[in-house]
C-alpha cells in the first residue's frame, strides 16, 4: 500500500481559497486513482473528488466550478484547489489511493485501499 499524507487545511473566511496537497510514499502514484473525501461532524464521509492515473476527473456536483483536482507524477503528490469556500464546506479531508483497471476513478470509498490522517478545513461566515 501507498502510504499518504495530506497538508494544507486550516481556518478561512468564506470566499476565500485553500490548496490542500497529499504527498504519497512508498510506492509511485503513477498507476493510481487518487481522490479526496470529506467528512463533517454528525455526518457520513462523503466524496469530493478524484483523478485517474489517466487524468480522467470526477467532482461532486456541490463542489463543481469551485474545487480542483490535479496530480503531479513526479512529485508523488495530488493537489485539492478549492476556491470560493463556504461554511458547507467544513469537514476533515481526506486523501485516497487505489488502484482498478478502470480508467474512471471510484466515487465509492470502497475503490480505494489507502488512506491519510486527513487535514481540518474550517471555513467561518
Known amino acids: 500500500q501507498v502510504q499518504l499524507v495530506e497538508s494544507g487545511g486550516g481556518l478561512v473566511q468564506a470566499g476565500g481559497s485553500l490548496r490542500l496537497s497529499c504527498v504519497a510514499s512508498?510506492?509511485?502514484?503513477?498507476?493510481?486513482?487518487m481522490g479526496w473525501f470529506r467528512q463533517a461532524p454528525g455526518k457520513e464521509r462523503e466524496f469530493v473528488a478524484a483523478i485517474s492515473w489517466s487524468g480522467g476527473r470526477k467532482v461532486q456536483d456541490s463542489v463543481q466550478g469551485r474545487f480542483t483536482i490535479s496530480r503531479d507524477n513526479a512529485q508523488n503528490t495530488m493537489y485539492l484547489q478549492m476556491n470560493s469556500l463556504q461554511p458547507e464546506d467544513t469537514a476533515k479531508y481526506y486523501c485516497t489511493a487505489g488502484r482498478s483497471p478502470s480508467a474512471t476513478p471510484p466515487t465509492a470509498q470502497e475503490g480505494y485501499n489507502s488512506w491519510g490522517q486527513g487535514t481540518q478545513v474550517t471555513v467561518s461566515s
Open positions: 512508498g510506492r509511485t502514484i503513477d498507476f493510481y486513482h
